[in-house]
């Protein structure tokens, strides 16, 4: 039985900027909460099941910040879990629907946090309460932010590729100088990188159908892996005329997709080749192996998106739904790469072997998410704690 829920918000001591289509990306300065990760800790029964996501607003297409990711949590939904059973997923989804609407990043936060008590309970890793290891070794995606200058996106490119190994990269588009930027940004990577690694583009739902569609004819001759997002999320009749516009270039969602019902519109309408899965985005494992069950009976794949910025729980979340997910039912790569130690350490998780080798990564093995917290880290890096129950 749940009996106390703890909730932290922790420092991060690398501060990320990044800047896509619909402004910046930024992990805020020392000590200010907005921007920084959120803690849960579930205790029910002898086991503590943990989870850590940064809710990435002010700035992008998903509304959770920080402080209505804690409110939530400790308002509302943390006060329905208290008493209730940690195997009780369906039952506690139904109680938080009845309470409060979307709120996703919190969502996730109790969802994981759920999933790593289950696996802690019965001594198993997370990835065999949702399907078994279908993928032990996954393959990573970088994020390529956009920049000023060309040779700033080319040389995170060649850094990607020569440090980390990487064989998947995906370039943020949508610049403002107009999509023949972005198509200029792309074969100046392609051209540092070479023809031996998969390049997709994202406008992050900044581009029209017709900026759409020029640019791809634009980068037909430059192998083009995919296109992510390129229109407004509630624009599918664009997003199914660019996929046959395409060619059989694979078009993804990632902000058309919050929800399980939109999956099935998606899916009723054939707008996409894949759904981009996030975590924080659409409210945990539970949803997402929901999703995955419509994109199956659609014919449609997989993209493991989030960043997880220096988080080991964060990146382990993502890893054991990519690991439990068979790999010809996956497109691209993880692209929870910035969570594995690559521009910066997780301040809690000073020791650990989840790392990127060579592209890769082995989902961790032991129990629950396989991540265990430092505590004299979390007690430093603590910039807020608060508690529900006993």
Known sequence: MIDRIEVFVTELPVRLKRIFSSGSYDTGPPKQMLGKPVLVRIYADGVVGCAQIRPISPGHFVADTVHSAVAAILEIYGPILLGRQIFDIELITEAFNSRLAGNPAARALLDIALFD?????????????????CQPKIPLEWSISLAEETETMVAEARRAVEEFGMRVLCIKAADRQGWRQDVRNFEAIRDAVGENVMIGIDPNTGWTVPDTVQAIHALQNFDLGYIEQPVARRNLKGLAEIRLEARGIPVIADESLFTLQDAYALAEVRAVDAFCIKLYKIGGISIAKKIAAVAEGADILLNGGGLAVQ????????????????????????????????????PLVPETDFVVKEGWVNVPNGPGLGVVIDEVALQKHTLMKKSIGR
């Open 117 to 133: 008590a289950m696996g802690k309970a019965l001594s198993l890793p997370v990835y065999q309460l949702i399907g078994g290891c």
């Open 311 to 346: 988080s080991q729980l964060e990146a382990a979340a993502a890893a054991h739904f990519y690991a439990s997910t068979p790999s010809k039912r996956m497109m691209g790569a993880g692209e929870f790469v910035f969570g594995l130690n690559t521009i910066g350490p997780d």
